[in-house]
């Protein structure tokens, strides 16, 4: 099964373990009593192309998530490793997958694109695509709820998304904060007060974002949305590297940190393995969407039932 994991070369997401482990601060909020949840999103604007015979037998869950997005949510949800070593890494990573809880078919949505554009590109519809069955029910676009059951975790959701065709090509993890206590600005003229979000932007860009509030200039106390910005680009010399060149590195000189080890695979596959078992029962629903759009609107309703919303893919 496709395994690529050339963006776990990339530097920001290897930035995440030196930004949680390095800054103190980081690790004293890195828990269930400040967070509210976890968003791992991984967009794609192009669609599946001459690459119908593959991915019809695979599909957007079995591409992506188990070998891609789980090894996002182990690097957010990791205990800290007792050192950089590679073993101590990915034993921490395993832990992480097994305590995954057994999904129901309720915590997943799937969705498969039709005809439309994206951008100035005319896309067909999924079926129409060569080597495609004119039926196929494989999906193109998955959205999952997942939970971790450990103490730091518990009561804090996960919510994945993934698919191909969508509105802009974004990979990126956006953890949100719970809001503050309203009680202090009640009679202030605030309508509400968003919660922080701490936003990795893995690609097309490179960064690291903090949402905040502060005052506006006045005699009031009225509040403004702004970010503390990190950005790669800006503050250090880069190449245009692919992530590949960090992973053949690691391989010649034997860094097996980035690569997963057969229990973390067999972790990441069990707790998807009862999504799939619904779908081929057909208890899973199959959505349309339009190209160019963020998806089929159950992925909304995934998270609207919940009181949340997704961040907006390319924002």
């Not at 037998?57 to 997005?69: E, F, I, K, W, Y």
């Not at 979000?197 to 690291?208: A, G, H, N, T, Y």
């Not at 999504?275 to 089929?296: F, H, M, Q, T």
Request: glycine share 6%; proline share 5%.
């Amino acid at each position: 099964m496709h395994a690529d994991p050339h963006f776990l070369g990339k530097e920001t997401v290897q930035n995440i373990l030196v930004a949680r482990f390095a800054n103190q601060w980081f690790e004293a909020v890195w828990n269930n009593r400040y967070i509210d949840h976890v968003q791992i999103t991984a967009a794609e604007t192009v669609e599946v192309g001459s690459r119908g015979s593959f991915y019809d037998a695979t599909g957007a869950l079995r591409d992506m998530v188990p070998n891609h997005l789980f090894q996002l949510l182990a690097m957010i949800a990791m205990e800290p490793p007792n050192s950089f070593d590679a073993d101590a890494i990915r034993d921490e990573k395993a832990k992480v997958l097994r305590a995954i809880r057994k999904p129901t078919a309720v915590c997943a949505v799937r969705g498969q694109y039709g005809k439309g554009r994206v951008g100035s590109r005319n896309v067909p519809a999924y079926r129409k695509v060569p080597d495609v069955a004119t039926d196929s029910r494989t999906e193109t676009y998955v959205a999952l709820k997942l939970e971790v059951d450990t103490w730091r975790w518990a009561g804090v959701p996960f919510y994945l998304r993934t698919g191909k065709a969508l509105a802009a090509r974004d990979t990126e993890i956006v953890v949100t904060f719970k809001a503050v206590p309203y009680a202090l600005f009640r009679d202030c003229p605030i309508d509400r007060l968003p919660a922080n979000r701490l936003i990795f932007q893995l690609q097309p860009d490179e960064s690291i974002v903090l949402d905040m509030l502060v005052k506006k200039p006045g005699p009031v106390i009225k509040t403004a949305g702004t970010t503390l910005d990190f950005t790669y680009a800006d503050h250090f010399k880069l190449s245009g590297r692919t992530g590949y060149e960090t992973l053949l590195y690691d391989m010649m000189t034997g860094d097996q940190t980035l690569f997963q080890r057969a229990e973390q695979i067999e972790a990441g596959w069990a707790a998807v393995q009862p999504i799939l078992d619904d779908w081929v029962k057909d208890k899973g629903r199959l959505e349309s969407y339009a190209p160019g759009s963020a998806g089929p609107a159950g992925a909304d309703a995934l998270l609207e039932r919940d009181g949340r919303f997704w961040h907006r893919i390319g924002q």
